[in-house]
T-cell receptor
Framework: KAGVTQTPRYLIKTRGQQVTLSCSPISGHRSVSWYQQTPGQGLQFLFEYFSETQRNKGNFPGRFSGRQFSNSRSEMNVSTLELGDSALYLC??????????????FGSGTRLTVV | GQNIDQPTEMTATEGAIVQINCTYQTSGFNGLFWYQQHAGEAPTFLSYNVLDGLEEKGRFSSFLSRSKGYSYLLLKELQMKDSASYLCAVRDGPGNTGKLIFGQGTTLQVKP
């Protein structure tokens, strides 16, 4: 079966712009979680969506937002980009909500560079 | 606060055994995970411990002591392909509210 698909793989944006990243989960998976990975902080939890509802949220500013569609695909948006937003953004899908790792399948991520 | 510590880098020789330690202090605990991540790739699941003790899976074993807030990942018969980053992560909540809190990862280099 197809894995978790994240698009685009690479992105370069300018400070102040906004960006939208996409994550298509494994077929049948209804939960999508987003993580930010940086060399200094490791992976940090952004939010989780299940059945089009945000179920859990990490400690990121309001510039980071997301949504989930009826087909379980999810998007995350970052507005007013800052240099510190440069990171690898990973999504993970799972069958159920709040599994926090159980049954997670990660995508390969979107590498965002802010210049 | 939430804190997960693991060594930043380790080096080992092909064929040898290496132990990667992880200590944690989290407000909740509902399981500990180890993931492997090769450069530029997605993290992949290695192991999950929720009870104290050792879980063995082929060349990989993981140990948990909840009272000590401590885990380790043991890799035996190291192969060059084991060169990767190893991520320790704690699930911090019960039921359907859990999310993963990650350490910064340990980069393991296996040398011939």
């Amino acid at each position: 079966k197809a894995g978790v698909t994240q698009t685009p793989r690479y992105l370069i944006k300018t400070r102040g712009q906004q960006v939208t990243l996409s994550c298509s989960p494994i077929s049948g998976h209804r939960s999508v979680s987003w993580y930010q990975q940086t060399p200094g902080q490791g992976l940090q939890f952004l939010f989780e969506y299940f059945s089009e509802t945000q179920r859990n949220k990490g400690n990121f500013p309001g510039r980071f937002s997301g949504r989930q569609f009826s087909n379980s695909r999810s998007e995350m948006n970052v507005s007013t980009l800052e240099l510190g937003d440069s990171a690898l953004y990973l999504c993970a899908s799972s069958l159920a909500a709040g599994t926090g790792g159980l049954g997670y399948t990660f995508g390969s991520g979107t590498r965002l560079t802010v210049v | 606060g939430q804190n997960i510590d693991q060594p930043t880098e380790m080096t080992a020789t092909e064929g040898a055994i290496v132990q990667i330690n992880c200590t944690y202090q989290t407000s909740g605990f509902n399981g500990l995970f180890w993931y492997q991540q090769h450069a530029g790739e997605a993290p992949t699941f290695l192991s999950y411990n929720v009870l104290d003790g050792l879980e063995e899976k082929g060349r990989f074993s993981s140990f948990l002591s909840r009272s000590k807030g401590y885990s380790y990942l043991l890799l035996k018969e190291l192969q060059m392909k084991d060169s990767a980053s190893y991520l320790c992560a704690v699930r911090d909540g019960p039921g359907n509210t859990g999310k993963l809190i990650f350490g910064q990862g340990t980069t393991l280099q296996v040398k011939p």
